[in-house]
């Protein structure tokens, strides 16, 4: 089974600042999928950025991007010139091409962005 | 933007009562998906479906649970009998055929007294 760890609960930042959110995955797979989903307090989870396990180029989307180490299973978020609208929580998922099509989420960050 | 949406966004129930969940996924999406989040937990995997039937499901969901889409463009949970334990965020997704990004909604919270 995969497991998906985020171990950061609460991080902060200063607007326009850089934030790195961590998150960690176990498994047995070779292909798979990674995503990051925001919730802000409207509660729409929200795509971020998503990795094919596959491609060795980190995803880019504007000021978000990752640092995918399909070694080390470890597979984090930037977050550049962070601003107010950034707050949220943070959720990493790990989607496995064998495992069905459920996703399996991390605890979640709570990430503040800060005037 | 098409969005997924879910009603009630809030529901108070007492325990034993039924409760129907209603989502409306993305108009072209063929994969429904329930997930819950119990307070304090990791978001977790309830069931998919597709092509009109259950394609899979989680040890959460047991016979208390059903899933159903009665019309084109509703997918329903219902939780035939509630317990406490069912108090948490629960949200729909949905997804096309071939892609492996599932959509969410902005969930409902169920809290069962």
């Known amino acids: 089974a995969q497991t998906v760890t985020q171990s950061q609960p609460e991080m902060s930042v200063q607007e326009a600042e850089t934030v790195t959110l961590s998150c960690t995955y176990d498994t047995s797979e070779n292909n798979y999928y990674l995503f990051w989903y925001k919730q802000p307090p409207s509660r729409q989870m929200i795509l971020v950025i998503r990795?094919?396990?596959?491609?060795?180029q980190n995803a880019t989307e504007n000021r978000f991007s990752v640092n995918f180490q399909k070694a080390a299973k470890s597979f984090s978020l930037k977050i550049s010139d962070s601003q107010l609208g950034d707050t949220a929580m943070y959720f990493c998922a790990f989607l496995g091409e064998t495992s069905g099509s459920r996703l399996t989420f991390g605890e979640g960050t709570q990430l503040t962005v800060n005037p | 933007e098409p969005e997924v949406t879910q009603t009630p966004s809030h529901q108070v129930t007492q325990m034993g009562q039924e409760v129907i969940l209603r989502c409306v996924p993305i108009?072209?999406?063929?994969?429904f998906y329930w997930y819950r989040q119990i307070l304090g937990q990791k978001v977790e995997f309830l069931v998919s479906?597709?092509?009109?039937?259950?394609?899979?499901k989680s040890e959460i969901f047991d016979d208390q649970f059903s899933v159903e889409r009665p019309d084109g463009s509703n997918f329903t949970l219902k939780i035939r009998s509630t317990k406490l334990e069912d108090s948490a965020m629960y949200f729909c997704?949905?997804?096309?055929?071939?892609?492996?990004?599932?959509?969410f909604g902005p969930g409902t919270r169920l809290l069962v007294l």
């Open positions: 108009s072209n999406h063929l994969y």
């Open positions: 479906f597709y092509n009109n039937e259950i394609s899979e």
């Open positions: 997704a949905s997804k096309r055929l071939a892609q492996e990004t599932q959509y």
């Open positions: 990795q094919e396990a596959y491609k060795q």
